[in-house]
Structure formats: structure tokens, C-alpha cells
């Protein structure tokens, strides 16, 4: 109670800084995707379905007389159920560069992630599976939404370095059933330098976060670490990444699985003219295990690869033409449910 009671105090001192105001600077972004996908998987029937997507975005800050920016942002999201992500933080940039995220502000090791090329387009397999290998190099980068993340300013301590902290601590929400995170902490940094015409990242984090469930904590906590680099080359990128650590899944009737993964990605695209072509491949394998402190002992894999065209038809309105593969295994057998191919073909329009 005493750490929630002075994260309140912190956020209500400096805001109580701001002169009073009618109203805030908002700013609006989104877009609008629509298309078909053709999907076939493995072990079923061929489908099509239309994807008809939309988000909203609304920013909004304001600086105080010292010079501190208060801003945060909501979005508003259609994929055939209207839903809003309310998840964002509160965040305080100050004079100097460095900021403050109060509240949802998540973990650092997921900050610092790099992009790596991948396929556009919204084709992929759907399924159900108890196939737990992570898609994503940060999968134990987890937090609680009662957390702050501090982000130095560019260039700390050397040129093209950037490095963020974050902290998050029990929600208090009633012990149940279902695995949850208790607190977290998360370190990472990026840093951007040049070698020749060549312009290169690399960035990473490392996190570790505390799950419980009906209040006694796993024997296995969710970990991990993440590193990528990309470099660009004109209008040529390349970009690889690659996470390793342990998470959970709630598997629902109060089972939970503990999992212990690693994940790779890699990718690369290129700009001619209107066009850009993008190919990217995700490999991720793990281990896991139902009975508490005891480690799998078959594997769940994905693999997958995907590839694009993608056509600027005018000034935020494009075209595209995707397709992916995936190979799935659950428990060292072939998963045909969530595994086969999809194509995609669309436009989307954003503003």
C-alpha cells in the first residue's frame, strides 16, 4: 500500500503544477483497411473471409509554464467488434528530453524492441491450439498496469544511446484462480550509429516479472531478454531479432502453463519507386508444462514466412498483396488445425 500511496502522491504533485487550462492540444490519426483473405490450412477446409479494419487515435498534451509535456492517447479500434485501448500511460516529458510514463506504463525491455521487416497484409492462419511457442522476442516482458517508466533523454551518455527503466507493483486485485502478474521490472536501451551510407540499430532489453496465482507465486517466474539490430541502406532494410526466457499462459479452468521459449525473427524489405517488397520469417520453439516447477519435455514450435507488395497508390492510400506460411507443432506433433497458407489483397487509406 505505502509504494501505491506514493506513486498517487508523485502523479497528483506534478500535475497539480500545470496552470489551469480549458482544454488540451488533440491530434487525430488512423486508418482503414479493407480486403479479402483466402486461407488453407492444413488439416481443413479452404475458407475466405472479408477483413474490414478501422482505428481512431486521439493524442493529447499540453505544457505546463516549467516546460513539462503532459500527454497521453486512446484509440478506438473496429475489427467487426468496436473495442477502445484504454492501456496508455500518463507520460511527463520534461526540458531536458528525459520522460516519465505514470500508470499502464509497461515494461522497458519491450520499449527497446527493434523493427524487423515482415509481410504486410492481415492473412494468417486461425485455429485453436495449445501451441505456446512465443511469435514475439518479447513475450516476457510482462507488467502490471500499476507500474512508471523512465526514459532517459537522446544521447545519454554517448552519442546515439537511449535507455529506459520501468517498475510495476501489485494491482490488488483479488488472488483467484487465474495466473497473473504480480509486479515487474524491465531495463533496456537502444542505440543508433552509422557506418558508411549504412545507418545501424541495435536495441534490447532484459525483464523479469513475479506471477502468482491464487496468491502463491509460481514456481517459475516470467523472464527474459530481447536483442535486434537493423541496419538501412538507402532504401534497403534488414532487420533480426531474438528473445529468450520463460512465461505463462492461462489456459483457462485454472490451469496455467508455465513456458520456457525463444523465439527468432527475421526480415528485410525494399523501396523502388511506389512499390515496397517485404519478406519475413518468424521461428519460435518452447517448452511447456501444466504441474508447476515441472519443465515440458516435447516441443511447440511455429515457423512461418511471409512476403508482400505493397503499391502507394496516392498519398496515404495503398494496395496490397500478401502471403504467409506457417508450420505448427504442438507437443512434437504436426498441429494442421493453425497451420497451412493465406493470401490477403487489399487497400487501406490513413489519414
Known amino acids: 500500500m505505502k509504494k501505491e500511496l506514493l506513486m498517487a502522491s508523485a502523479l497528483v504533485s506534478t500535475l497539480g503544477a500545470a496552470?489551469?487550462?480549458?482544454?488540451?492540444?488533440?491530434?487525430?490519426?488512423?486508418?482503414?483497411?479493407?480486403?479479402?483473405?483466402?486461407?488453407?490450412?492444413?488439416?481443413?477446409?479452404?475458407?475466405?473471409?472479408?477483413?474490414?479494419?478501422?482505428?481512431?487515435?486521439?493524442?493529447?498534451?499540453?505544457?505546463?509554464?516549467?516546460?513539462?509535456?503532459?500527454?497521453?492517447?486512446?484509440?478506438?479500434?473496429?475489427?467487426?467488434?468496436?473495442?477502445?485501448?484504454?492501456?496508455?500511460?500518463?507520460?511527463?516529458?520534461?526540458?531536458?528530453?528525459?520522460?516519465?510514463?505514470?500508470?499502464?506504463?509497461?515494461n522497458a525491455a519491450g520499449t527497446h524492441v527493434v523493427?524487423?521487416?515482415?509481410?504486410?497484409?492481415?492473412?494468417?492462419?486461425?485455429?485453436?491450439?495449445?501451441?505456446?511457442?512465443?511469435?514475439?522476442?518479447?513475450?516476457?516482458?510482462?507488467?502490471?498496469?500499476?507500474?512508471?517508466?523512465?526514459?532517459?533523454?537522446?544521447?545519454?551518455?554517448?552519442?546515439?544511446?537511449?535507455?529506459?527503466?520501468?517498475?510495476?507493483?501489485?494491482?490488488?486485485?483479488?488472488?483467484?484462480?487465474?495466473?497473473?502478474?504480480?509486479?515487474?521490472?524491465?531495463?533496456?536501451?537502444?542505440?543508433?550509429?552509422?557506418?558508411?551510407?549504412?545507418?545501424?540499430?541495435?536495441?534490447?532489453?532484459?525483464?523479469?516479472?513475479?506471477?502468482a496465482k491464487t496468491g502463491t507465486a509460481l514456481t517459475n517466474d516470467s523472464n527474459g531478454f530481447n536483442i535486434g539490430i537493423s541496419a538501412v541502406t538507402g532504401d534497403l532494410t534488414v532487420g533480426l531479432g531474438f528473445g529468450d526466457g520463460d512465461s505463462f499462459e492461462d489456459e483457462e479452468n485454472g490451469t496455467t502453463s508455465q513456458i520456457d521459449g525463444s523465439v527468432m525473427t527475421a526480415g528485410i524489405s525494399y523501396v523502388t519507386g511506389d512499390l515496397t517488397l517485404a519478406v519475413g520469417v518468424t521461428?519460435?520453439?518452447?517448452?511447456?508444462?501444466?504441474?508447476?516447477?515441472?519443465?515440458?519435455?516435447?516441443?511447440?514450435?511455429?515457423?512461418s514466412t511471409g512476403a508482400s507488395v505493397t503499391y502507394a497508390v496516392a498519398s496515404g492510400v495503398s494496395a496490397v498483396l500478401g502471403y504467409t506460411t506457417v508450420d505448427q507443432q504442438d507437443e512434437g506433433a504436426s498441429d494442421s488445425s493453425s497451420g497451412g497458407s493465406a493470401w490477403y489483397i487489399g487497400a487501406s487509406m490513413s489519414f
Request: glycine share 14%; hydrophobic share 35%.
Open 115 to 211: 523493427s524487423v521487416p515482415s509481410a504486410g497484409g492481415e492473412q494468417g492462419i486461425g485455429g485453436t491450439s495449445s501451441n505456446n511457442a512465443p511469435t514475439g522476442v518479447d513475450f516476457g516482458a510482462g507488467s502490471t498496469v500499476l507500474g512508471v517508466e523512465w526514459h532517459s533523454a537522446a544521447d545519454f551518455l554517448a552519442d546515439g544511446l537511449k535507455i529506459s527503466a520501468s517498475y510495476s507493483t501489485d494491482s490488488g486485485a483479488a488472488a483467484t484462480a487465474t495466473a497473473r502478474t504480480d509486479s515487474s521490472w524491465g531495463i533496456g536501451a537502444t542505440y543508433v550509429t552509422t557506418a558508411g551510407d549504412t545507418t545501424l540499430t541495435i536495441g534490447g532489453g532484459v525483464a523479469q516479472a513475479e506471477v
Open 19 to 106: 496552470s489551469v487550462a480549458q482544454a488540451v492540444t488533440a491530434t487525430m490519426a488512423g486508418s482503414m483497411k479493407v480486403g479479402v483473405e483466402f486461407e488453407s490450412p492444413t488439416g481443413g477446409t479452404d475458407t475466405n473471409n472479408v477483413k474490414d479494419q478501422s482505428n481512431f487515435n486521439i493524442s493529447l498534451s499540453e505544457t505546463t509554464d516549467a516546460g513539462t509535456t503532459i500527454s497521453t492517447s486512446f484509440e478506438i479500434v473496429d475489427e467487426g467488434t468496436v473495442s477502445a485501448d484504454d492501456d496508455n500511460a500518463i507520460k511527463l516529458t520534461f526540458t531536458d528530453g528525459s520522460a516519465l510514463e505514470l500508470l499502464n506504463a509497461g
Open 283 to 303: 521461428a519460435g520453439e518452447a517448452k511447456d508444462s501444466t504441474t508447476v516447477g515441472t519443465a515440458g519435455t516435447t516441443d511447440d514450435s511455429h515457423d
